[in-house]
């Protein structure tokens, strides 16, 4: 069956494995949080800012039960005699096996030490430096039937920008898909793509996808044809003696 793109964005944002509660209450404090332990290169209070397990499948629960709801999925649910029911349980069991949660927690630990470097290779030095302000948005496009769910819940996401210091330097660090789930009262998670000196200006979408491509435009020149292969030529020696009488075959 295909999930719909609500269940894939919602799983993207919010997975992870951490044991302690974020449940950051206000955007302002999470943008804190967030910071502080990028300052202090704490990858697991990072991840804590993350929902934990239990946290994780309660919103996975909520979101298919409501998109379960929807017209389209009615529809499909008659056509092909599909039990919801199962197919939540199905799904939530298999986001809590050992090796899906141990693989959700090392990539959000990876995403820690990516935007760590992605600074230092700026010339951050992340112990001395220091949040000076931020903007950010947590509007909400209603473009179609499932975002519009979403919103009727009381899911919102927050994306912005982050100004800092480091030394007598300033930067900019963008953030989205900062996830407020109603249920835990609480901000969570979050996606952390770029780091870049005041200044340099964020690359777009398309130039974030394309900036480790290269493709050439000269035509490859034809590939030369093998040497012609070296004739074989046989040599018979003819050695004769009263007892014996040998032939020599040599190919050259």
């Not at 999925?73 to 899906?100: G, R």
């Not at 919102?156 to 789930?181: C, E, H, P, R, W």
């Not at 870049?196 to 020149?221: I, L, Y």
Request: charged share 25%; proline share 4%; glycine share 6%.
């Amino acid at each position: 069956m295909k999930y719909t793109k609500l269940f894939i964005l919602s799983v993207a944002i919010c997975f992870s494995v951490a044991t302690v509660k974020a449940q950051v209450s206000s955007a302002d404090s999470m943008i804190h949080k967030i910071f502080a332990t990028l300052k202090a290169k704490d990858e697991k209070a990072f991840v804590s800012l993350y929902p934990n397990g239990k946290q994780l499948q309660n919103f996975v629960r909520t979101i298919m039960e409501a998109s379960m709801k929807t017209e389209q999925m009615q529809q499909m649910q008659k056509m092909q005699n599909i039990n919801l029911d199962s197919l939540v349980n199905a799904q939530l069991e298999s986001l809590s096996k050992p090796e899906v949660m141990e693989q959700m927690q090392k990539s959000f630990g990876r995403s820690f030490q990516q935007v760590i470097e992605k600074g230092e290779k700026k010339g951050v030095n992340w112990s001395n430096a220091k949040l000076t302000t931020y903007t950010f948005d947590t509007t909400v496009a209603v473009n179609d039937q499932e975002e519009a769910m979403m919103s009727e819940l009381g899911y919102k996401t927050l994306k912005g920008v982050m100004d800092f210091t480091s030394g007598d330097s300033a930067y900019q660090m963008s953030f989205n898909k900062v996830m407020y789930i109603p249920a835990e009262g609480g901000w969570f998670g979050g996606e952390f793509n770029q780091v870049v000196r005041k200044g340099e200006g964020f690359k777009t979408d398309t130039e974030m996808e394309t900036t480790d491509v290269n493709v050439s435009t000269e035509k490859e020149a034809p590939v030369p044809p093998p040497p012609p292969a070296k004739p074989k030529t046989k040599v018979k020696t003819k050695t004769t003696t009263p007892a014996t009488k040998t032939k020599t075959k040599t190919k050259s």
